[in-house]
């Protein structure tokens, strides 16, 4: 850094990265007032945290520096002071950082940085928070070339492209050579049964999951979903209600103060557990926390080793993480999970390309930020990785999209954002400048409503569309309490203490994670060498992991049942019942790929002979019930799994027109055609929907050339349906033999195939019957 240079620290969690680039950053300090150097964090948590770290140092080494935190969070009184004159160092988030942009004299404030440091850089390459970042460097660049740019991670597979991505071609990654010791272990269930569904082992976890808790000091219970939070929280202070006011729960949900309030405590070493979501994943230092516990599985290496890192975070001290399989192919997958992590082999993330909602909303920040002229931000925004590639014709079209709303919107003066005044290009209008800087932004979720109590106190938010379908005297669980629903009023649900033990527990939207292709490979490693163990004549041997010995019924069940899934055949099951005639099938390519595949496969052999299907998917496979028998053999394998013409076939076997119109209703927002309101009067959900799928409408019909329409089909084949990892999937299963078995009853592979079909169409009790009549 003393040199001028950037690039990447890649190194474990709690080794000191922080201060290793801050006093780099320190010996790069000038006399020149303002602000000098910005560290960019990908979250708010992780903001107030990060200041008191740079803070602790700087009395002895720097004791004319200050450092400043700006976030969504920042009182207002504080963001007054910083604009009348910002401290040399800022820690900001790229949202903060976008909106310091808009600023008529964004210039003179931001042209003496000269050192950014990006946090967590794996957090935002590969979304559009991270193409913010891009094209806010390159705003400073310009403005400052000598700029020296700096990102830190620690769980990183393609460490040089994410270096490059960040910080351009030159740049020098720096390898920590901290050794760490990394505990992976497994509580395992009592009886972990020859079968099993999503969530069939929560119950006899629970006991395990208190007493690994009682012996440990602090402990981190963290779970993937906020519901899923909010069900654990409750089930251990049912467990052990002399835990109240020592066990908290902590999600993004939740109002600021209470989350300040839980991390304070976990600090202070006040708090025997924290059962929280990824709101605490990231490198916030809690020094007490001796373990973390891992509800189900974590989905991916990367995250399994970012959430152990949160234990032992401080260099010579071991981070231990211990799974808590929620069905017994978890523990399967706990073994796999442990081999990947210790082997090193992290997911790798990749910046998306040419999203044009981003490069719409950046003209209009850099137009109020001083304006720009199009030839030059033209060249400084094809600098960056993620619009390396832009096209002339692209950048105009987006230009000319602000300035007249496109060829269907030029007759509204409010989608006239910008003007050309002397050869610069600005934002004429004080109300357009006023509504783009309030929702200046990348992030988009569904309308959330404030939620308070009668009395007055806000408890948190909450998504609109559940609310919606609560009535008056409804209870529901929310921040670890059972809430009865009195009102909804402008926007804010007002509640009372519930009167009752039990309610609804809100699912929120994103709820489900793919397996990453990482860990489904290690999942398959196993698997291949469980058949030859069961196959072969070490069959009495036991398995090396304690894992694979505790699934071993199920994985005998299911051996005897039908076969093992393996990574050189395609195991095809088949199954007659009431219901239809069911298709089995384990490609091992995770549940958003799955989706694309089973809708493909039903298309294509609904094409050859007309027929009735219903779909199932989990991580592991999917399952195709038809109404009349399906013929299937060998020779169809070319047909069904053939990769020509592969877009079309997708979009054509999809509702892909409704999936499109719902990712364009983020395009739309982040695009600045939707306005989601002012402070105090947020539009409503269902007016946010009705606005963006009347621009959808209008761009079809009379607009058909607009790019943005074609970035929401791109986004729904690139993000839902992992339309590489698709074709990927395809090659493969059409270079394989077939393995055809047919069912005399549901193997253990199949039956959470259909358990996930069944929860869509039974009550609980419904399907508590139909479980035990399958299972005897």
């Given at each position: 850094?003393a040199?001028?240079e950037?690039g990447l620290?890649h190194?474990t969690?709690?080794s000191g990265?922080?201060y290793?680039v801050w006093m780099?950053a320190?010996?790069?300090?000038t006399a020149?007032?303002?602000l000098q150097v910005?560290w ?9 945290d990060t ?6 140092p700087?009395?002895?080494?720097a004791?004319?520096w ?6 969504g969070?920042?009182p207002?009184?504080?963001?007054a002071r ?6 040399p160092?800022l820690?900001t988030t790229?949202e ?16 003496g ?5 990006v946090d967590e850089?794996?957090?935002l390459i590969?979304n559009k928070r991270?193409?913010?970042?891009q ?6 660049k ?5 700029l020296v ?8 597979g393609?460490?040089d492209?994410?270096m ?6 030159g ?9 760490k ?5 497994t ?5 972990p049964?020859r079968f099993s569904?999503?969530?069939h082992?929560?119950?006899?976890m629970?006991?395990?999951?208190v ?10 219970v963290f779970?993937?979903?906020?519901s899923?939070a909010?069900?654990?929280y409750?089930l251990l202070?049912?467990a052990?209600p002399?835990w ?6 902590h ?15 976990l600090?202070?070493?006040?708090l025997k557990?924290v059962?929280?979501?990824?709101s605490l994943?990231l ?6 926390v ?5 509800i189900g599985s974590?989905k991916?290496?990367?995250?399994l080793l ?5 234990s ?10 211990t799974?808590?399989p929620?069905?017994?192919l978890?523990?399967?997958?706990a ?5 990947a ?11 998306p390309s040419?999203?044009?909602?981003v490069l ?5 920040t ?7 002229v199009?030839e030059?931000?033209?060249d ?6 993620a619009y390396?590639?832009l096209?002339?014709a692209?950048?105009?079209w ?12 030029t007759a509204?003066?409010?989608y006239h954002?910008v ?7 600005r934002?004429p209008?004080?109300g357009?400048a ?7 932004g990348t992030i988009v979720s ?5 939620v308070k109590w009668?009395g007055g106190?806000?408890i948190?938010t909450?998504e ?9 005297g ?13 009102r909804?009023?402008?926007m804010?649900v007002?509640?009372r203490v519930?009167?009752?033990k039990?309610?609804?527990v ?5 709820g489900k ?5 990482e860990?489904?490979d290690a999942v398959q490693?196993?698997l ?7 196959g072969?004549?070490?069959a ?5 992991d304690?894992?694979m010995?505790a699934?071993r019924?199920?994985l005998q069940?299911?051996a005897r049942?039908s076969q ?7 195991l095809?099951?088949r199954?007659?019942?009431r219901?239809?005639h069911?298709?089995f099938?384990?490609?091992f390519a995770g549940?958003?790929?799955?989706i694309?595949l089973a809708?493909?496969?039903?298309w294509?052999l609904a094409r050859r002979?007309?027929n ?11 399952e195709?019930?038809?109404a009349k028998p399906?013929?299937l ?7 069904l799994f053939?990769s020509q013409?592969l877009?079309?076939d ?5 509702n892909?027109?409704?999936l ?7 395009i739309?927002?982040v695009a600045?055609?939707?306005?989601s309101?002012?402070?105090?009067a947020p539009k409503s959900m ?8 009347l ?12 790019r943005?329409l074609g970035q929401a089909?791109?986004?729904v084949?690139?993000?839902?349906l992992?339309v590489d990892r698709?074709?990927?999937?395809l090659r493969?299963?059409a270079?394989l033999p077939?393995s055809f ?10 039956l959470?195939?259909l358990?996930e079909?069944?929860?869509e169409?039974?009550?609980?009790e419904?399907?508590k019957?139909?479980l ?5």
């Amino acid at each position: 850094m003393a040199a001028g240079e950037s690039g990447l620290l890649h190194a474990t969690t709690g080794s000191g990265k922080t201060y290793a680039v801050w006093m780099g950053a320190l010996q790069r300090a000038t006399a020149a007032p303002g602000l000098q150097v910005l560290w960019l964090t990908p979250m708010r948590a992780l903001a107030a945290d990060t200041t008191a770290a740079l803070q602790a140092p700087l009395p002895e080494l720097a004791p004319q520096w200050t450092v400043g935190a700006r976030t969504g969070d920042t009182p207002s009184a504080e963001r007054a002071r910083q604009d009348r004159r910002l401290p040399p160092a800022l820690v900001t988030t790229p949202e903060s950082l976008s909106l310091m942009l808009t600023r008529e004299n964004a210039r003179s404030e931001l042209g003496g940085v000269h050192t950014v440091v990006v946090d967590e850089w794996h957090e935002l390459i590969g979304n559009k928070r991270g193409v913010q970042v891009q094209l806010a460097l390159a705003r400073l660049k310009r403005w400052n070339p000598k700029l020296v740019v700096w990102g830190l991670s620690a769980t990183l597979g393609n460490v040089d492209e994410a270096m490059v991505t960040l910080c351009g071609a030159g740049a020098r990654r720096v390898q920590g050579r901290v050794d760490k010791t990394l505990l992976i272990d497994t509580l395992l269930p009592a009886e972990p049964g020859r079968f099993s569904w999503g969530g069939h082992l929560g119950a006899q976890m629970l006991q395990p999951v208190v007493d690994a808790i009682e012996r440990s000091g602090t402990a981190l219970v963290f779970t993937n979903t906020r519901s899923q939070a909010e069900l654990w929280y409750q089930l251990l202070l049912e467990a052990r209600p002399d835990w109240a006011g020592i066990v908290a729960l902590h999600h993004g949900s939740l109002d600021k103060h209470v989350r300040a309030w839980v991390e304070a405590g976990l600090k202070e070493g006040r708090l025997k557990a924290v059962v929280a979501t990824s709101s605490l994943d990231l490198g916030v230092d809690f020094l007490p926390v001796e373990r973390v516990l891992q509800i189900g599985s974590a989905k991916g290496v990367a995250r399994l080793l970012q959430r152990a890192g949160r234990s032992g975070h401080a260099p010579g001290r071991p981070s231990r993480v211990t799974l808590v399989p929620t069905n017994t192919l978890e523990l399967v997958e706990a073994a796999a999970a442990r081999r990947a992590a210790l082997a090193g082999r992290v997911e790798s993330r990749h910046s998306p390309s040419k999203p044009l909602d981003v490069l719409v909303q950046h003209l209009v920040t850099v137009a109020l930020g001083g304006g720009f002229v199009a030839e030059d931000l033209f060249d400084e925004v094809k600098t960056t990785r993620a619009y390396g590639d832009l096209e002339r014709a692209e950048f105009d079209w987006a230009l000319a999209f602000v300035e007249r709303g496109g060829d269907s919107l030029t007759a509204y003066p409010e989608y006239h954002r910008v003007a050309r005044v002397d050869g610069v290009w600005r934002v004429p209008d004080r109300g357009i400048a006023r509504r783009h800087r309030l929702q200046v932004g990348t992030i988009v979720s569904d309308a959330a409503m404030v939620v308070k109590w009668l009395g007055g106190g806000t408890i948190g938010t909450i998504e609109e569309g559940f609310i919606a379908r609560l009535n008056k005297g409804d209870h529901f669980v929310f921040a670890g309490r059972v809430l009865e629903y009195v009102r909804t009023q402008d926007m804010t649900v007002y509640v009372r203490v519930g009167s009752k033990k039990k309610g609804v527990v809100p699912a929120w939207a994103g709820g489900k994670m793919p397996l990453s292709s990482e860990l489904a490979d290690a999942v398959q490693t196993l698997l291949n060498g469980a058949a030859l163990v069961l196959g072969g004549p070490q069959a009495q041997q036991p398995f090396s992991d304690i894992e694979m010995q505790a699934a071993r019924p199920m994985l005998q069940a299911q051996a005897r049942l039908s076969q093992l899934p393996q990574r050189d055949r395609l195991l095809v099951e088949r199954y007659t019942s009431r219901e239809g005639h069911h298709l089995f099938l384990y490609p091992f390519a995770g549940r958003n790929v799955h989706i694309g595949l089973a809708q493909l496969l039903a298309w294509r052999l609904a094409r050859r002979q007309p027929n009735t299907f219903s779909l199932s998917v989990n991580d592991y496979g999917l399952e195709i019930l038809a109404a009349k028998p399906v013929v299937l053999d060998e020779s169809l394998q070319a047909t069904l799994f053939g990769s020509q013409g592969l877009l079309a076939d997708v979009l054509a076997s999809l509702n892909s027109g409704a999936l499109a119109q719902r990712r364009f209703r983020e395009i739309a927002r982040v695009a600045g055609l939707v306005f989601s309101g002012y402070p105090g009067a947020p539009k409503s959900m269902r007016q946010l929907q009705a606005s963006s799928s009347l621009f959808f409408e209008v761009f079809r019909k009379y607009d058909v050339g607009n790019r943005l329409l074609g970035q929401a089909e791109r986004e729904v084949l690139a993000q839902e349906l992992e339309v590489d990892r698709l074709g990927d999937t395809l090659r493969h299963l059409a270079s394989l033999p077939w393995s055809f078995v047919e069912l005399a009853a549901p193997s253990p592979f199949a039956l959470p195939l259909l358990v996930e079909r069944l929860r869509e169409q039974l009550s609980t009790e419904k399907l508590k019957d139909r479980l035990e009549r399958l299972l005897a």
